[in-house]
């Protein structure tokens, strides 16, 4: 999360809360949702719709640890990079079942 927060400038997202340089709770972040297995917490759901997230995102491994990702939105911000071929690395998540790209550059 820490990757996604930097190449993604998260200093300027509309709303920001606990990202940074150092997170000391993924789960508390905001536009994150997390699930457990009884032992670790995991991240099942990033939502940053419309936060003006800007970058490029043609490097898949900035969700390489992310494995339990069900759900991933990032409509509506001003993400750059090859997104098509972005959205076909995403096979690799086998519990990924909603995507939304939408509407960025």
């Known amino acids: 999360l820490?990757?996604?927060s930097n190449v993604l400038s998260?200093?300027?997202w509309t709303k920001n809360n606990g990202w940074g340089s150092t997170i000391s709770n993924m789960?508390?972040?905001?536009?994150?949702?997390c699930g457990?297995?009884?032992v670790d917490d995991f991240v099942t759901e990033l939502n940053?719709?419309?936060n003006n997230l800007t970058g490029n995102i043609d490097d898949i491994t900035?969700?390489?640890n992310l494995m339990n990702l069900e759900k991933l939105d990032?409509?509506?911000n001003?993400?750059?990079?090859?997104l098509t071929t972005f959205s076909l690395n995403l096979v690799q998540f086998s519990n990924l079942t909603y995507v939304d790209l939408r509407l960025n550059e």
């Open 2 to 4: 820490v990757q996604i």
């Open 74 to 76: 990032l409509d509506s």
């Open 62 to 64: 900035l969700l390489s």
């Open 48 to 50: 940053l719709a419309a």
């Open 10 to 12: 998260s200093e300027n």
């Open 27 to 33: 789960c508390s972040l905001y536009g994150v949702i």
């Open 78 to 82: 001003s993400i750059v990079g090859n």
């Open 36 to 38: 457990t297995d009884g």
